[in-house]
DNA sequence: GTTAGCATGTAAGGAGTTACATGATTTT
DNA sequence: AAAATCATGTAACTCCTTACATGCTAAC
């Protein structure tokens, strides 16, 4: 994962409340998914530099909200966090065409513009599309190999990619037909 | 990747024919997909690695196969390289659960033993059984969080997960099937 | 009272990318 | 003759994991 679309994603936790750097690695592997969850060796460090930076804090609790004090360290956004919070939210960016940057983005999509989500969807339709024709292009490439299970392999690899497209465009059109302030000779401009 | 799997997938390719490193890479790409593709820069030197281990060696062509002499550096399997492929292909590893290495196994499948075959393919529906019972857990967590996109985005990912374990399923009984030496018995005892 | 889970951290090392540097060959 | 593609390689850098080290708290 790119550092700063994980740093942009722990401000976006943070905003909701603060939090402590256990916690937010189960909420960090809850929105992009458990596989993609970093172990503490990374988030930790990461959190140091994001102290240094000053996007974060480190709460002064003294709230007997949970009865004892305990040796957590809680982190809260500072000003500059959270500015920082908004002006990635607020535009667009190349990784928000990959995996992991969409999958951040669209965690806080509540968040954002109507008019920079459908954006940032058709952004990521573009690039899935890209992907599935350099899929196919290399199952040519193999055809020859008349291996079975290489095959198969690729066939799913290609299911995959095409589950994908039709998934975000399922998206789109939701956002399109669920915000008619667009008018419809947009719409077929797809 | 793992650099082990790395290294057995290209003994593999080389064990059709000698190759040298640019098309290698077209040929990883295109039996791992386009994306798990690697750069040059991780090749060359891996290629290099593995000549100084024995596993594969330079290859003198003075045959004039292709017409002109290029600076082609064509890399040919030594017979450590041969057995160490024979290894790989043959037993069962951790790394044949896990995506890169599951996928790297089952491209060369049609050099497995069909009990080792099927043993693989069921280590791998175990571990995206647990991938998607730890996918169910996440969104149970996250639940009382109802924001619609964190949860349009975690259903596509359970959906995934669901589509990847009845695929390997359809593998496994295509398997059982063809081969129907196997007392169908045991085939109840999924 | 001991095991399991919460909580924070560091050091060493693995794996791979990007950018750079170079040059041959083929196509336009 | 220029542009694209084939072909090899290195150095610096990024990002992450594993293993280790430590200690608290809750449940059994």
New interface residues.
């Given amino acids: 994962m790119r550092s700063d679309v994980l740093e942009s994603t722990i401000l976006g936790i943070l905003q909701s409340e603060p939090t402590h750097g256990y916690d937010l690695r ?1 909420q960090l ?3 992009l ?3 993609r969850a970093l172990s503490y060796g990374s988030l930790y460090p990461c959190l140091k530099r994001m102290e240094r930076a000053g996007l974060i804090s480190r709460r002064d609790d003294s709230l007997p909200v949970t009865p004892a004090r305990r040796s957590k360290i809680v982190y809260e956004l500072t000003p500059a966090g959270t500015e920082h919070f908004a002006g990635w939210i607020g535009t667009q960016t190349p990784s928000d065409w990959e995996d992991e940057g969409f ?1 951040a983005k ?5 968040r954002t513009e109507a008019k920079l989500r459908l954006r940032i969807l058709e952004g990521r339709r573009t690039r899935l599309e890209q ?1 599935l024709s ?2 196919g292009d ?2 040519d ?2 055809s020859k190999r008349v ?4 095959d ?3 066939r ?2 290609l299911d ?1 990619a095409r ?1 994908e497209v039709s ?1 975000i465009e399922e ?1 789109i059109s939701t956002e399109r037909t669920s915000h008619p302030s667009i008018p419809p000779a947009l719409r077929s401009t797809t």
Same sequence: chains 1, 2.
Avoid: C, K, V
């Fill in positions: 189960q592997a809850s929105i998914g458990p596989f999958a669209m965690a806080f999509f509540s992907r350099d899929l290399s199952i490439i193999t291996d079975t299970y290489t198969l392999l690729q799913h690899g995959g589950r998934w998206l």
